[in-house]
């Protein structure tokens, strides 16, 4: 069995050598295609990444509360919020607090911060949604309440994001699973050319004993392998534009939600499995494609 | 070695065999002839199950080709060695490579190639071609090749296809004294063939085929035909 597959190993290394050429263009069409992929995957995993994001700092309410409002009645109303439905938690964000996140999101511009002579920011209550779709009711309850003096909450610009992320991510997917069944072709494409190419030898083989497996295991080793070499240029060419842009958007992309891009480290890690699972499926699917075509017993 | 009962195969409308039914022993030497189209190789691609019975079975080697997996095929042809008109080489190979690829096909090791076939292409009188591709030899030299090819794994029978068709009668004759010697080693030979001058001369077992009827079977025959 291991003696079989290092002897197929070997003949697919021969017969992808000898045939330069196809073998090289077939590794060039799957990068080129590849690299389209990973570009729509990081575009997917990141607009799925800035949705949780926004999700997470907009499914939140904020209940601005009077100055004269007292503790013990912002307990109870965080009381009442607890046993609202649709309410994760709700707690209570001292007008400190609220300066020390306010300072923490601005980071290294905080220091202009410092030359404010009193604190602006009121007291507030924070309510996390687990359901968005409870927010209006909730909000317009705390807008009533005595003690608040406003109530801040995003419905709408939040439903719409996750709208359109959703539509970005569907799309990507589709475009991914599109490019996905072209490298099969390619591959199969590129196996059939092997096959015809080695007809005289394939029924020589057959006419001396050789099995079908014997006869096909270098075919489906040579798409394994044309597989492997695009997945790997695509994750090294991929993971080097990612970091590139990275570097060039920084920390200032999408500021407005005070996200950023998804670590490059995070996501090549997890490209470098993803791919390469990627082309050993692509050239062996696309092997046996061309073999059940091509190479009947 | 070889049984076929009551054999017919069709294709559309062309009988090509014909409730054939024929008995050949470990060791024999038969020379299948008929004119063009008659049958005869639809007989041999039957034997190595290269296509299929319409009706009627048929055993080599004690096994029954209608109840065997692909597997099962490539195992039966291990013990048959095949030899065309047209040599079939593979012309990117050596002659070397043209032998020792049968050898690597039944997973031979690389130290029992490298003994077994000099002694082989030694034996077929072209050691000294081994390192030449097939298009470097003479048509007489690449039929040994051939043969070197079919013989290095010790068939139990080796099929010839019209093996002497594209020789001159002195180079014909030479390969005849080879499969001759093959068949004194205990390898059952069936060889379809043209050439009256070759199966008057061998004196063997015929099997004459016309319009794919067997109708001839005699143990030291002529060819029989006008052709």
Known sequence: MIKGAIYSIKQALRQGFRNKGMTLASVFSITAMMLILALFFFLSVNVSYLTENIKDQFGTIEVFLKDDTTSTQAANMIDSFKDMPGVETAGYISKEKAMEEFKARWGDKAYMLDGLSENPLPNSIRIILSDLETGDFIATTAASLPGVEDVRFYREEVSKVIKISNGIQNGALVVIIFLVIISVVVVSNTIKLTVMARQDEIRNMRYVGATNWFIRGPMFFEGIIIGCIAAIISIVLSSLIYTRLCDALGTQAFQLFTASLVEPKFLITNIIWIFLALGISIGAFGSILSMRRYLKA | ?227
């Open chain 2, 1 to 227: 070695m070889i049984d076929f009962k009551n054999v017919s195969k069709v294709y559309a409308d062309i009988v090509a065999l014909k409730n054939a039914t024929l008995h050949i022993d470990q060791g024999d030497f038969v020379f299948v002839v008929g004119p063009t189209g008659s049958g005869k190789s639809t007989f041999i691609k039957l034997i190595i199950k290269e296509i299929e019975p319409d009706e009627g079975e048929i055993i080599v080697d004690g096994k029954n080709l209608s109840k065997m997996s692909n597997r099962d095929v490539a195992m039966l042809r291990r013990d048959i060695g095949m030899v065309f008109q047209d040599f079939k080489l593979l012309e990117n190979k050596t002659v070397f490579e043209n032998v020792s690829f049968a050898m690597e096909v039944v997973h031979s090791t690389k130290r029992a190639i490298n003994r077994q076939v000099p002694q082989m292409l030694s034996v077929m009188g072209i050691d000294d071609k081994a390192k030449n591709y097939p298009s470097e030899l003479s048509a007489g030299e690449q039929q040994r090749v051939a043969i070197a090819r079919a013989i290095i794994n010790n068939p139990r029978i080796l099929i010839a296809d019209e093996p002497t068709g594209n020789l001159d009668p002195d180079t014909a004759w030479e390969i005849m004294q080879l499969i001759e010697l093959v068949n004194k080693r205990g390898t059952t030979v069936v060889m379809v063939t043209h050439a009256k001058d070759i199966v008057n001369r061998m004196n063997k077992r015929v099997v004459a085929i016309d319009q794919g009827e067997i109708i001839r079977d005699s143990r030291e025959g002529e060819y029989g035909f006008d052709d």
